[in-house]
């Protein structure tokens, strides 16, 4: 167990809707990290949160959207959803400081839109 | 300058051997170069991680070789198992905190 927490596990939705991931770090990691994968593919790099504020962005759409509370969980909106966004989301987090390095991840959810 | 490319894309290996994959970078900024194993369904687990200083690190059955000057690293894994059969990541990252970049995978069989 990573101590990484995401829900749910699996979602399956209609082209159009909108839904939210969510994912609690392992406790004290102030970084967040989401990632997409989608079959047979590699961890393409979303977006990463650091307390609260948006660190750094990668190939995320328009159309997705995140955010991390106070309470240092995050939530990934995917909207006007399409066929090709069906993958699997891991959310990462990580510690900060030499003995801190480590991402770890959780087991992810697994988006099916039809 | 971000990518981390990785080969092979897929690696058999009978029970007992040595299972060998590499990947090369490109930015000279990344400090830290870990390995991931992840089993169908499952999130990436930390294997294996190494920093430039060193050329190689050793965990079990699982190396890490490091060639600084080639940008170039490698994941060993001796006496393979059924159990190691799962997808492998390298990845890099520069300052602490910042992202992990990865590679593209390699699909890894051991066959008993």
């Known amino acids: 167990d990573s101590g990484v927490t995401q829900t749910p596990k699996h979602l399956i939705t209609a082209t159009g809707q909108r839904v939210t991931l969510r994912c609690s770090p392992r406790?004290?990691?102030?970084?967040v990290y989401w990632y997409q994968q989608s079959l047979d593919q590699g961890l393409q790099f979303l977006i990463q949160?650091?307390?609260?504020?948006?660190?750094a962005k990668g190939n995320i759409l328009e159309r997705f959207s995140a955010q991390q509370f106070p309470d240092l969980h995050s939530e990934l909106n995917l909207s006007s959803l399409e066929l090709g966004d069906s993958a699997l989301y891991f959310c990462?987090?990580?510690?900060?400081?030499?003995?801190?390095?480590?991402?770890?991840f959780g087991q992810g959810t697994r988006l099916t839109v039809v | 300058q971000q990518q981390v490319k990785q080969s092979p894309q897929s690696l058999i290996v009978q029970k007992g051997g040595i299972s060998i994959i590499n990947c090369a970078y490109e930015?000279?900024?990344?400090?830290?170069f870990p390995w991931y194993q992840q089993f169908p369904g499952k999130g990436p687990a930390l294997l294996i991680a190494?920093?430039?200083?060193?050329s190689e690190k050793k965990e079990g059955r699982f190396t890490i070789s490091f060639n600084k000057s080639a940008k170039q690293f490698s994941l060993h894994i001796m006496d393979s198992q059924p159990g190691d059969s799962a997808t492998y990541f390298c990845?890099?990252?520069?300052?602490?905190?910042?992202?992990?970049?990865f590679g593209e995978g390699t699909q890894l069989t051991v066959n008993p």
């Open positions: 406790s004290g990691d102030l970084s």
């Open positions: 990462a987090s990580s510690g900060v400081g030499a003995l801190n390095t480590e991402a770890f």
């Open positions: 190494i920093r430039p200083d060193v």
């Open positions: 949160y650091y307390n609260g504020e948006e660190r």
């Open positions: 930015n000279t900024a990344f400090d830290y």
């Open positions: 990845a890099a990252r520069g300052t602490s905190g910042s992202r992990l970049t």
